[in-house]
């Protein structure tokens, strides 16, 4: 988007902060993971404004030997690959991957990062893109070139303390639907163990035993004019309902065949294969999904919802087949090895419909946290184009 001027000047990202790229630790290398310091993926960005934990941890070694970057607490940091314009406060010391960029500010009396934080919400930085193998990418080259809006400092810690307030709101919504959640990842764990120890010994079977899988094609629509909704990362709710594309992003019957798309059906368990490995949700109504996801219909043999929780626990799985380029990548022949344990199909559909009352339970909920995500983003647009007053 454009900004009024407002006497406002726009500055380059790179004069505010000093840009400091992660590293990924070689995987092969199982000296280099483990216990130890912190590590920062994209699948951990989606905690929101607070970052404070993360699914891996590397060793004093790997820190040593692949001049891994610390990040202090209180640092910015944003995703600029892939799941591009994630954003967060580090709140404990760690390291991150080379998918994300910490953004410490060169001079507080200048910038703030809490306003920062805002600013980055309201630019586009995917307009300034390239197209990666598997994906998107931003260059370090075009984020340290985002223009940055620069109102006086007064201005700043005001629009801040402003979003700030609405945020709040936004996220106790956020915690009431995340308690529901972990409501659920606990009952799946009580009725059959951990997918990845198996302590109840239920059968071990290779999830393509049990459902057919589409993979998606590799060309990326010139256009979006129709209405079957194009689903991406970003647009998946993990163990939930997927109900199409945030951007409005369609397309046409001509658009899909043109690039050789296969709709995929409602009901079938869609899975991250592409950097994020192992974010699982469930197609709420046909749509057509990109390269870094693919799908999996289930036949008679299992449940879509019990198998969409259970492909959740094996990312360690996923990580270890993935190969690595500048990002994982899971391949369909891996993908289709995952494997799921088989517990009979009537505890299976218990846990269904244990799964669809609570998510019955929190329809009110959820339509309230649409709404309110709605109107914290329609507040920020306002807030950039100097229209707050109160």
Not at 59 to 81: H, I, N, W, Y
Request: charged share 25%.
């Amino acid at each position: 988007m454009k900004f009024r001027t407002f006497a406002w000047q726009s500055v380059p990202l790179v004069e505010l902060c000093d840009i400091s790229i992660g590293r990924t630790p070689a995987r092969e290398e199982k000296r280099y993971w483990g216990q130890g310091h912190r590590w920062l993926s994209i699948a951990d960005m989606s905690q929101g404004k607070d970052l404070v934990t993360t699914r891996e941890t590397i060793t004093d070694e790997a820190v040593q030997k692949c001049r891994c970057k610390p990040v202090k607490p209180g640092t910015l940091l944003m995703s600029f690959k892939l799941s591009i314009g994630k954003l967060g406060f580090a709140r404990i010391p760690l390291f991150t991957n080379e998918a994300i960029a910490a953004l410490p500010a060169k001079d507080s009396k200048r910038i703030l990062p809490e306003f920062l934080y805002y600013a980055l919400q309201v630019i586009n930085p995917e307009s300034g893109t390239d197209r990666a193998v598997m994906g998107r990418t931003l260059n370090t080259a075009k984020l340290e070139k985002l223009q940055i809006p620069l109102p006086p400092l007064a201005e700043q810690r005001r629009i801040a303390a402003i979003l700030d307030k609405a945020d709040a709101i936004r996220r106790k919504r956020k915690e009431a639907i995340r308690l529901a959640e972990e409501f659920l990842q606990s009952a799946f764990l009580d009725m059959f163990g951990d997918p990845v120890t198996n302590p109840k010994g239920w059968p071990v079977i290779k999830v393509i035993e049990a459902c057919d899988c589409i993979v998606p094609g590799r060309d990326k629509p010139k256009s979006f004019s129709g209405s079957t909704p194009w689903v991406t990362t970003d647009d998946l709710v993990p163990k939930g309902l997927t109900l199409g594309s945030k951007k409005g992003l369609g397309l046409s019957d001509a658009e899909i065949e043109e690039v050789r798309a296969r709709v995929i059906p409602k009901g079938s368990v869609i899975i991250t294969c592409v950097g994020e490995l192992g974010l699982t949700s469930l197609a709420g109504i046909d749509f057509v999904i990109n390269q870094q996801l693919h799908a999996f219909q289930c036949t008679k043999k299992i449940n879509n919802i019990y198998l969409m929780y259970a492909l959740s626990f094996q990312t360690p799985f996923m990580f270890r087949v993935a190969t690595s380029t500048t990002v994982p990548y899971l391949n369909k022949t891996n993908c289709n090895s995952i494997p799921v344990p088989l517990p009979p199909l009537n505890e299976q559909v218990k846990f269904k419909s244990l799964v669809e009352s609570t998510w019955k339970a929190c329809g009110t909920m959820n339509s309230s946290n649409a709404e309110s995500e709605r109107l914290f983003h329609s507040l920020v647009q306002r807030a950039f184009r100097g229209e707050l007053t109160a």
